[in-house]
């Protein structure tokens, strides 16, 4: 066993409170949502629907991955993209941030099994069912969201930004599949 030589960290200063923050953040902290709730609950139901619509002759696939992007600026509320209960869930599998004309945006790429494809229709529903309230329901959720669309592979790259293939065919892999650009 290897002695355990080594000198005592000592911190100079005295210690001080801090208040505590949620590191992962999520959600519109800011003055809240200033747009038009109603429209913009509608273009996101109509904008998953059309994700999660099965594309004329695609080979058939289990599941949908889908992404999630915020608006510039903010960042999404990731605790309610990712659902963690029993049995087979929505389940968040990629977060990157990627540079946008108005600044950063965060995508979420989400894994939604067949089965559970209403889970976040539900949620957007109630968000435009429930848009003239002084709360909305599920507005942590919908509010930061910008867009949703079908993600591609570059989505769900999680290395680094410099190690994925410039060219198709790049003869790299990512889960069986041959990542493009």
């Keep these: ?25 999520g959600g519109n902290d800011g003055a809240g949502f200033s747009g038009d709730r109603r429209r913009h609950g509608a273009a996101l139901v109509q904008q998953y629907e059309d994700a999660v619509a099965a594309e004329p002759d695609a080979p058939e696939v289990e599941g949908t991955y889908l992404s999630f992007l915020s608006f510039s600026g903010l960042e999404l509320a990731l605790e309610s993209l990712d659902v963690q209960r029993l049995g087979e869930q929505p389940e968040l599998v990629a977060v990157r941030e990627a540079d946008s004309a108005n600044g950063p945006v965060q995508i979420a790429t ?11 229709l539900k949620r957007l529903s109630q968000y435009v069912d429930s848009a003239d309230e002084d709360t909305a329901r599920n507005a942590t959720l919908v509010e930061g969201i910008q867009s949703i669309r079908r993600a591609t ?15 198709p065919g790049g003869g790299q892999m990512v889960g069986g599949l041959a990542a493009q650009a």
């Excluded at 989400?110 to 976040?120: A, H, L, M, N, S």
């Excluded at 592979?153 to 060219?167: C, G, K, N, Q």
């Design 1 to 25: 066993m290897a002695e355990r030589d080594r000198p005592h960290i000592v911190v100079p200063t005295d210690p001080r409170p801090e208040p505590f923050t949620i590191p992962t953040g």
């Design 110 to 120: 989400v894994d939604i099994p067949d089965g559970k494809k209403e889970y976040f």
């Design 153 to 167: 592979i570059r989505e769900l790259w999680t290395d680094a930004d410099d190690a994925y293939p410039d060219e």
